[in-house]
Structures are given as C-alpha cells and as structure tokens.
T-cell receptor, first 114, second 113 residues
C-alpha cells in the first residue's frame, strides 16, 4: 500500500504571495489532518477533513484554509504569506480520525518564506 | 496553554540501557495517548499507543505507562539501540475531537554505541 504523499516537498515563496500544498492519503483513509511544525516546536494542529467536510480546526488565522476532494485528497492554502509561516507542513491520514488510532504522516512540505 | 508537555528536550543513553521519555498533560478529557518517532526529513511514524482505561501497553522493546491521577505517561525503550536515535513526540486525543491530536514539543533521543 502506498504511503501518504505530499507535494511539493520544498517551496520558496516571498511575503504576500499565496501557496497551495497537496496531500494524497493512504488508499481507503477518509480523514486527513494538517499540522505545522516550526523549529524547536511540536506539531501544531491546523485542521482535519473527513469525507470532504472540515471536522476540526486549530487556532490559526483565516489565511490558512483547506479542502478535501471526493477521492480524499486534500489541499491546504495559505494566503498573504508572512515570514512566520516558514515551517514544515505535515499531512496525516487515518481511517476515521485520530482518537484511538494511529495516523500515518507524509514526509512534509518545507515552506520557506523570504 | 500547552496541554501536552515534554519537559526534556533531549536525552542521551548508552546502547543496551533503558531509555525513559516522559510526557505530562493537563486535559483530563484526553482518551488516547500516542507516541511517534521522527527522523530528519521524514514525517512522524506511529510507535505505540495507550487508551486511558489502561495503565500499560507493551510492544516488543517499547512499553508505555500511563498514570492518570498524575496526568503523566512515559515511554520505556529496552534495550536501547543506536537506530532508536530520533525525536520522540507524545500526542493525546479525545473522543470528542476524534480528528485532532495535541502534540508535545518532542524529545531528541541519542543512543550512543
């Protein structure tokens, strides 16, 4: 079974631009979650999608948005990029969500904002 | 307010000895606790989990202990191997928020040969 894939792996943008990251979950997994990891920090939850609906949302500004398609693939968008948005963005998939079950993470997209 | 805390940023142990990684939480609504391991340039990999109704779960060299009254859990690795060197994250989730996990900041484990 193929793992979680994220594209692109690396991205360099400038302040004010917008960016879209993509995540393809493991086949059959309906839950996709997004996390931000900054240097020295743990993973900060962004949002979770389940069957094309946002089921949970973290404490991030509205510049961060996402969506999920009928094939469970998910995209995350960040508009009006700020220097502080430079981070590793991780996507995780699971059958029905985290509680009680492990999530499978992709390798992440490293975003650098100049 | 950080609900999941890993107070030791790093830990160094000798190969063959026990590694003990600790994690504290504040939210009594958490139902499940998980440990993930992360190597550089890779996403976290699930290691072991424990339900709040248990106090111990074992999987090979890895054992997780949960002390609900103290809101504390620990991961024991015995014996430690150099390949265990990685960042270990503790995570917690609740049944009311099934799709969301709260992570600690991680502990970097170095196992010396």
């Amino acid at each position: 079974k193929a793992g979680v894939t994220q594209t692109p792996r690396y991205l360099i943008k400038t302040r004010g631009q917008q960016v879209t990251l993509s995540c393809s979950p493991i086949s059959g997994h309906r839950s996709v979650s997004w996390y931000q990891q900054t240097p020295g920090q743990g993973l900060q939850f962004l949002f979770e999608y389940f069957s094309e609906t946002q089921r949970n949302k973290g404490n991030f500004p509205g510049r961060f948005s996402g969506r999920q398609f009928s094939n469970s693939r998910s995209e995350m968008n960040v508009s009006t990029l700020e220097l502080g948005d430079s981070a590793l963005y991780l996507c995780a998939s699971s059958l029905a969500g985290f509680s009680g079950g492990a999530a499978f993470f992709g390798p992440g997209t490293r975003l650098t904002v100049l | 307010d950080q609900q999941v805390k890993q107070n030791s940023p790093s830990l160094s142990v000798q190969e063959g000895r026990i590694s003990i990684l600790n994690c504290d939480y504040t939210n009594s609504m958490f139902d499940y606790f998980l440990w993930y391991k992360k190597y550089p340039a890779e996403g976290p990999t699930f290691l072991i989990s424990i339900s709040s109704i248990k106090d111990k779960n074992e999987d090979g060299r890895f054992t997780v202990f949960l002390n609900k009254s103290a809101k504390h859990l620990s991961l024991h690795i015995v014996p430690s191997q150099p390949g265990d060197s990685a960042v270990y994250f503790c995570a917690a989730s609740g049944a009311t928020n099934a799709g969301k996990s709260t992570f600690g900041d991680g502990t970097t484990l170095t196992v010396k040969p």
